[in-house]
């Protein structure tokens, strides 16, 4: 499996980005998608989940600002996170993330969001 992340980029406090994750190779092998962030000197963590079946978990720090939704129907399994309201601590490299159901873990290479305020 391979995820490719795409749509980071710099934006101002208040602003919003929508990322974009497509997912390549063994598609029906995969359970859940979702994003990981790592700012500077920090450790990677949670943002969002979203199952197959469309069950969504969320950050605390980003819940009524960040939307996460996933497109099963396509050849191409993707998963996006709408991203609204931004504020500086939201920067960081966005990493898209997927379990398979035998609960194989895959990573993307990352997306860089900056928020300035």
């Known amino acids: 499996v391979q995820l490719v992340e795409s749509g980071g980029g710099l934006v101002q406090a208040g602003g919003s980005l929508r990322l974009s994750c497509t997912a390549s190779g063994s598609i029906l092998s995969l359970n859940t998608m979702g994003w990981f962030r790592q700012a500077p000197g920090k450790q990677r963590e949670f943002v969002a989940r979203?199952?197959?079946?469309?069950?969504?978990?969320?950050a605390d720090s980003v819940k009524g600002r960040f939307t996460i939704s996933r497109d099963n129907a396509n050849a191409k399994n993707t998963v996006y996170l709408q991203m609204n309201n931004l504020k500086p601590e939201d920067t960081a490299v966005y990493y898209c993330?997927?379990?398979?159901?035998?609960?194989?873990?895959?990573w993307g290479q990352g997306t860089q969001v900056t928020v300035s305020s």
């Open positions: 993330n997927s379990v398979s159901w035998t609960g194989a873990v895959y």
């Open positions: 979203i199952t197959r079946g469309g069950a969504l978990s969320y």
